[in-house]
């Protein structure tokens, strides 16, 4: 297995983070809603992962689900603690009116 380019994973990051709020622009103003974020980014996930060469198995499927729930719960815990630290968000998200269903 090939070592982790931290370089192109920053990339990734900041290019879909510019993706996510450029498609967030609404009449000249920022509305993030969480939900259809999380469905898009999932999707996208998805994408990638059924269109390797050899088509995944439920096994190895279920082994990256598990490894990107847990990269989300760390990184959240990651990002609470920068926000507990600054007393403010890492960035701003106006979080949708609607309940999250994630």
């Known amino acids: 297995m090939k070592e982790f380019d931290e370089e192109y994973a920053k990339r990734v990051r900041e290019g879909c983070f510019k993706?996510?709020?450029?498609a967030s622009i609404k009449d000249g103003?920022?509305?993030l809603s969480e939900r259809e974020i999380y469905d898009g980014v999932m999707s996208a996930i998805a994408m990638?992962?059924?269109s390797q060469d050899e088509?995944?198995?439920p096994e190895t499927t279920a082994r990256?689900?598990?490894a990107i729930a847990l990269h989300?719960?760390?990184r959240v815990k990651q990002l609470k603690a920068v926000k507990e630290q600054v007393d403010a968000p890492p960035f701003p998200l106006e979080s949708s009116k609607k309940e999250n269903m994630h």
């Open 64 to 66: 990256v689900s598990e």
């Open 55 to 57: 088509t995944p198995t």
């Open 48 to 50: 990638i992962h059924s």
């Open 29 to 31: 103003k920022l509305e």
């Open 72 to 74: 989300f719960r760390e």
């Open 19 to 22: 993706a996510i709020l450029d």
